[in-house]
């Protein structure tokens, strides 16, 4: 089992640019999400999906997009890098109650993209 | 808006010492979780307390839940070096996990 794929590790974006952060999962996992970390801010939820074809956002969601068209992938779409979207990076995946992010079990963490807006 | 809060951020410790993290959280919740991250990497499940008065060890670290107080303790028990690493508790908020801002533990020989 690779567990939860990111890609890239590391990426550097221009103001203004667009792109994608890949996730993938191979355990068959309803519950996703993306998180960002920032130094002493802990964790923030950016969006999560409770199954395929079903999204919604988190505490910080503005600046960023998702979709879930199948249950393996999840990424997070940046629309227009701003200097205050460089982060690290967290996609989550987790078996969950069904339609909920309740896990018994705790969440796998993928390795994380380490983006930078100059 | 739940609100979890960790104490202390950073911990020095020698080895062989005991010392506990604590978090408290703002509201209800049957769910609290516990993770490690070290360095540069990513965070590691380490327990998941689902109800009142839940205990969890493995090694030298135990976690207990007090859901009446919206408290939750990771003790450590004979610090190694090895337990050097950031621990975050995280509290169920409906379909999210909301985080704790981490405690910096550092043990030194």
Avoid at chain 1, 5 to 10: I, L, S
Avoid at chain 1, 103 to 110: E, I, Q
Avoid at chain 2, 27 to 33: A, I, K, V
Avoid at chain 2, 64 to 78: E, F, M, N, P, Y
Wanted: aromatic share 10%; glycine share 8%.
């Amino acid at each position: 089992n690779a567990g939860v794929t990111q890609t890239p590790k590391f990426q550097v974006l221009k103001t203004g640019q667009s792109m994608t952060l890949q996730c993938a999962q191979d355990m068959n996992h309803e519950y996703m999400s993306w998180y960002r970390q920032d130094p002493g801010m802990g964790l923030r939820l950016i969006h999560y999906s409770v199954g395929a074809g079903i999204t919604d956002q988190g505490e910080v969601p503005n600046g960023y997009n998702v979709s879930r068209s199948t249950t393996e992938d999840f990424p997070l779409r940046l629309l227009s890098a701003a200097p205050s979207q460089t982060s690290v990076y967290f996609c989550a995946s987790s078996y969950s109650i069904p339609q909920t992010g309740k896990s018994n079990y705790g969440y796998t963490f993928g390795s994380g993209t380490r983006l930078t807006v100059v | 808006e739940l609100k979890v809060e960790q104490n202390p951020l950073f911990l020095s410790m020698q080895e062989g010492k005991n010392y506990t993290i604590y978090c408290n959280y703002s509201t209800t919740s049957d769910r609290l979780y516990w993770y490690r991250q070290d360095p540069g990497k990513s965070l590691e499940s380490l327990f998941v307390l689902l109800s009142n008065g839940a205990v969890k060890q493995e090694g030298r670290l135990m976690a207990s839940l007090d859901t009446k107080a919206r408290l939750s303790t990771l003790h450590i028990t004979a610090a190694v070096h090895d337990l050097s690493a950031t621990y975050f508790c995280a509290v169920d908020n409906n379909n999210d996990m909301r985080f704790g801002a981490g405690t910096r533990l550092t043990v030194k020989p």
